[in-house]
């Protein structure tokens, strides 16, 4: 019989030497033990950058006079930051369950999430194209995931030898 894993971290080097979390399963008392305040950090930071570059560029489309791209722009950006919130408000709880209660919750949060997605989409092709430019709906629904990569780059220019890949 294998030996049970009790650290997470050695989870994560169960992972990496499978090449895959298929096999690795958390135990409830696990899923508690990961720094909830980190989580909160990175989700505030990054939730932060999207919504203030949204704003911020947004706001200046429509100083320029592109009024419907701005307003696309910070209606994605929106959409996107509820969408990591719920992803990030998700995951903790995904850890702890056993492997087909999992999939199952995975699966009904990624349709709920998909769902929520559609909203600024759907809005922006059903009103009039003077509202909501439907190209910066979709540019402002990965606001969140260009924050995180503008990061780590930054991050990465600032300290080459820091950050280890």
Known sequence: MKK????????????EA????ADVVF???QANTID???????LHRYCSIALITAATAGS????????????GLILGAVFSVINFILM???????????????FLFSLGSIQIRYALMAVPLVISLKLKQDLFAVSTVAVGLFMVQLAILG???????RNPE????
């Open 27 to 29: 135990t409830a008392e």
């Open 151 to 157: 990061d780590q780059l930054w991050m990465r220019l």
């Open 88 to 102: 990030a408000t998700a995951l903790p709880i995904r850890i702890g369950l056993g492997r087909k209660k999992a």
């Open 4 to 15: 049970k894993i009790t650290t997470i971290i050695d989870k994560a080097d169960a992972i």
């Open 162 to 165: 820091r950050v280890k890949c």
């Open 36 to 42: 909830r305040t980190s989580v909160r950090n990175a």
């Open 18 to 21: 499978r090449g895959s979390a």
């Open 60 to 71: 200046a489309m429509m100083l320029f006079g592109l009024r419907p791209m701005g307003k």
